[in-house]
């Protein structure tokens, strides 16, 4: 598949894990490693399945 302009610039889903704080995130990929770094809300979007 050719990736352009109009192909998703998005990586997931996700699990959240922890919430840290208002708006502060932990994230976890779907086989259960953490991820690295906290992450915003607003740098998140919702996945419906």
């Given amino acids: 598949m050719a990736s352009g302009k109009l192909d998703s610039n ?5 699990i959240i894990r922890n919430m840290l704080g208002p708006n502060t995130y932990k994230l976890a990929r ?3 490693t953490l991820l690295p770094r906290t992450w915003s809300g607003n ?3 919702r996945f419906y399945s």
């Fill in 30 to 32: 779907h086989g259960g």
């Fill in 10 to 14: 998005w990586e997931g889903p996700f």
């Fill in 43 to 45: 740098d998140i979007r």
